[in-house]
């Protein structure tokens, strides 16, 4: 107890910049002093797991063991401890969060903070010191199984976000741990595809939101990827683990792998791995314990190596379970569904309200029809990856019931049957992409006579599973059929799909009037979408990534990288991710990019930066003057994209290099002001190693989509 004690008084000093450094070296001092009592063995069982979501700690020197959760939807329900089955707790029931992408699609940095200390305070009820979120992998191509639970296709709006979730998730004395570093942008082959990056695309795309979770965030813990990186895996890839994490960006913390994603011990122990989860067999034969005390004893693995992975083990158990004033936690509060309701009610789209068909005027309606299996369905739980056992729900149907229910005759038909579970073969999911004809022909009945028809259509937890991608950008279950079916007899369908990821919506796009994007938002997800569908809530959500018109468009599959030959994906299409490809190819995309409408109006002008010309270490300060002209409350994110029109290397059209979501009353005027370092300008330059901000012209483009630029500013750099 004593060396936890000393743990506490180091670092817990109070005062300005002068303390806080006495207070870290006063830390790592007495780190120091508690690794010199441990002997070779105590370390080594600190540096793998000892039961499915922990690892060993030392009973002699009052050092726990570090537990840890999944995940990015919150804090799953307590499993046994040596195995997946349910440990049926009757007190573990969680707050269900929406997933990443809905929280991306808010563009609202607080309310990824938000997330970040509901996640924490729920992790503390459940005496959790780490826990495995935020995933924010780049969404490379639309069809990854993971898509839902990561952020978006930009690294800058995958920075501003992360950085949030780590604080917020980390202010409750909780390590977030950020995945999964790096370039694990599919699921298919996941666990041993080598993907081929080069440099400049690694540190301009694929590292940026991990350096700012580290650098900006202070991360206490990250995961390795499962797949190969330029010919060695993630983790025990030396570049990516030492060089730039340790090293370069300062990383004090631990790095964990993926459940058994482990390979070898001294590849693994030397080149930045720190504790090893999730591998198979007796804990004592995997790779971080007898084989690798045998390898520091034979001089394979430096016994300071070792140190030093506990050390940093220590590190963020001083930040975490041996911190003072540890707080004691909440779960399932009704401040955390208020937070879930928060983040789920800005986080939908209104991508089509042609007629105004929308918001909904209960007053002048007599009766609604809800079709569809996903007004009835919950997404807390489904499929391969972390789900959780949400304290409640609020189904899409639900949520329409208590909205509009008092003075409005609801009715419900299934509409389709949801035939697919991640777990089965192709073969026995055969068939999930047929419509089924009698349950259609109840829909249209029901269509015919009601005011209004509201079709819950998308995907479903199974159907966007980790370990496995998409086989396409159809919509399953034979929905296109049924959305043909009931738009040609009721003119007033909304169509709301509940989808974590990219579709083809051509034919809707063209054929219906109304379409509402409402993810799978957590455990208020039924009443911010009847608020959006009623007006209360004025929908402020914009898409973090592009809609292609067809995946050929896509350009993973444009160069036929996807998923690539044998086990080798190489990123031909380099920095041309997402609208980057779609802008600089000329290629016009279903739905572009931050992309997202509203029931106001808003006019952006007299759009100015401070200055002409600007050092390399200055900083661009651009003015602009937002108006609601329209009459209702409502919110507008401006994007500001930056172009180099003549640059000595190949560069997007445009980049995202600021954004700013501004909440506005019917008349209200703000004039905002966008800060962007030159230093951000820069493109990486692989020939020097180093960041390059060229002299020369760039082009200010303010918008409020990537293909809605309304005004322009040319400056230069010297």
Not at 428 to 449: F, H, S
Request: aromatic share 10%; net charge neutral; glycine share 8%.
């Amino acid at each position: 107890m004593k060396y936890i004690i000393a743990c506490f008084m180091a670092f817990f000093v109070a005062g300005g910049v002068s303390a806080q450094n006495k207070s870290e070296a006063a830390l790592n001092a007495k780190i120091n002093r508690i690794v010199s009592k441990m002997t070779l063995e105590e370390k080594i069982e600190m540096l793998h797991g000892n039961a499915l979501f922990s690892s060993g700690g030392v009973k002699r020197l009052d050092i726990p063991e570090l537990t840890c959760d999944d995940g990015p939807l919150g804090v799953r329900e307590e499993i046994k401890r040596f195995d997946w089955a349910s440990a049926n707790w009757t007190t573990d029931s969680a707050t269900f969060l929406p997933n990443g992408s809905a929280i991306a699609a808010t563009w609202n940095p607080i309310m990824a903070n938000g997330y970040g200390v509901v996640i924490g305070e729920e992790a503390n009820a459940r005496k959790k010191n780490v826990m495995l979120a935020p995933a924010f992998n780049i969404c490379r191509m639309p069809l990854c199984g993971r898509t839902y639970e990561y952020y978006s296709e930009d690294p800058y709006l995958n920075s501003q976000l992360a950085v949030q979730s780590v604080k917020g998730i980390q202010s409750q004395h909780v390590a977030a741990c950020i995945k999964h570093f790096a370039a694990n942008n599919q699921e298919f082959n996941r666990d041993s595809v080598n993907t081929i990056v080069d440099e400049r695309v690694l540190r301009e795309i694929y590292f940026p939101a991990f350096k700012a979770a580290i650098q900006q965030g202070n991360a206490y813990t990250i995961m390795s990827a499962y797949n190969k990186l330029n010919g060695y895996w993630c983790s025990e890839n030396d570049f990516l683990l030492n060089k730039v994490l340790k090293n370069e960006w300062g990383f004090k913390g631990v790095v964990i792998s993926d459940w058994s994603g482990t390979h070898h011990t001294v590849a693994a122990a030397n080149n930045g791995l720190d504790i090893e989860m999730g591998s198979s067999g007796p804990y004592d034969q995997w790779y971080f314990a007898q084989p690798l005390l045998k390898a520091v004893r034979e001089g394979r693995v430096p016994v300071k190596t070792i140190d030093d992975k506990v050390r940093r083990i220590l590190w963020v158990m001083c930040h975490t379970s041996m911190s003072a004033n540890h707080p004691n936690g909440s779960i399932a509060t009704s401040a955390h569904a208020k937070a879930a309701y928060a983040i789920a009610s800005e986080s939908i789209v209104l991508l089509k309200n042609d007629n105004h068909l929308l918001p909904l005027k209960a007053g002048s309606i007599k009766s609604i029809v809800v079709i569809g299996d996903n007004a009835i369905r919950t997404f807390a739980l489904g499929g391969y990856g972390a789900g959780v056992k949400a304290q409640h729900e609020i189904t899409a149907l639900d949520g329409i019931k208590s909205r509009f229910g008092k003075t409005v005759k609801i009715s419900f038909s299934r509409g389709y049957k949801a035939n697919y579970l991640a777990s089965n073969s192709d073969e026995q999911n055969r068939g999930y992409d047929q419509p089924d004809q009698k349950l259609i022909d109840e829909a249209v009945a029901l269509a015919k006579t009601s005011d209004v028809a509201i079709l819950c259509i998308g995907s479903n937890r199974e159907y966007e599973s980790e370990a496995h991608d998409r086989k396409t950008l159809e919509l399953p279950f034979g929905e296109q059929a049924l959305v043909n079916a009931v738009t040609a007899v009721n003119a007033n369908t909304v169509i709301v799909i509940m989808a974590g990821a990219p579709y083809d919506l051509n034919e809707i796009k063209k054929s219906n009037h109304a379409i509402v994007w409402s993810w799978f938002n957590g455990s208020e997800a039924g009443n911010a979408l009847a608020d959006v569908l009623k007006g209360v809530i004025n929908p402020s959500g914009k898409l973090p990534f592009t809609f292609p018109v067809s995946l050929k468009d896509s350009p993973a599959f444009a160069l036929n990288t996807y998923p690539g030959k044998g086990l080798t994906a190489e990123y031909k299409e380099g920095i041309l991710v997402g609208y980057r490809w779609y802008d600089t190819k000329k290629i016009q995309p279903e739905y572009p990019f931050g992309y997202g409408l509203s029931y106001t109006d808003f006019s952006i002008s007299n759009f100015s930066a401070d200055k002409l010309s600007y050092g390399k270490n200055e900083t661009i300060r651009a003015k602009f003057t937002i108006k609601n002209t329209g009459s209702r409350y409502g919110a507008e994110v401006v994007q500001l994209y930056v172009s180099d029109p003549v640059c000595s290397v190949l560069r997007p059209e445009k980049e995202l290099k600021g954004f700013e979501k501004i909440f506005l009353k019917p008349g209200e005027t703000k004039t905002v002001e966008m800060q962007v370092k030159i230093a951000d300008l820069a493109f990486y330059d692989e020939t020097k190693k180093a960041w390059n901000a060229e002299a020369g012209e760039y082009i200010l483009q303010l918008g409020n989509s990537s293909r809605s630029i309304i005004q322009k500013v040319k400056i230069s750099v010297k």
